[in-house]
Nanobody, 122 residues
Framework: QVQLVESGGGLVQAGGSLRLSCAAS????????MGWYRQAPGKQRELVAA???????NYADSVKGRFAISRDNAKNTVYLQMNSLKPEDTAVYYC????????????????WGQGTQVTVSS
């Protein structure tokens, strides 16, 4: 099993920056994709950024040029650096990890963090 602990959320004024962290722990053999999703009130959960073990990235159009995803494989941790924050970035941000686990067989499973609130004031 995999547990994800998120940190770094908070309240920031427009134009400011925040850095989210998500650390994975538990019983797994490796991690493939690590990413961040967000969900604002009344909206669907959407992909913000994702990063594969090979270094490929994928960003939502709304955050390109402002957000940057990175990972520390030794620490099994993924980060989301958020710059030039806008009020529309306000949402609960969720870490997502695809990990190779063994549950009667090797398999990739997706795990979610508890979510961390990011609020950007105008």
């Amino acid at each position: 099993q995999v547990q994800l602990v998120e940190s770094g959320g908070g309240l920031v004024q427009a134009g400011g920056s925040l850095r989210l962290s998500c650390a994975a722990s538990g019983s797994f053999f490796s991690i493939n994709t690590m990413g961040w999703y967000r969900q604002a009130p009344g909206k669907q959960r959407e992909l913000v950024a994702a990063l594969t073990s090979g270094g490929s990235t994928n960003y939502a159009d709304s955050v390109k040029g402002r957000f940057a995803i990175s990972r520390d494989n030794a620490k099994n941790t993924v980060y989301l650096q958020m710059n030039s924050l806008k009020p529309e970035d306000t949402a609960v941000y969720y870490c997502n990890v695809e990990a190779l686990v063994f549950i009667h067989a090797y398999d990739f499973k997706n795990y979610w963090g508890q979510g961390t609130q990011v609020t950007v004031s105008s």
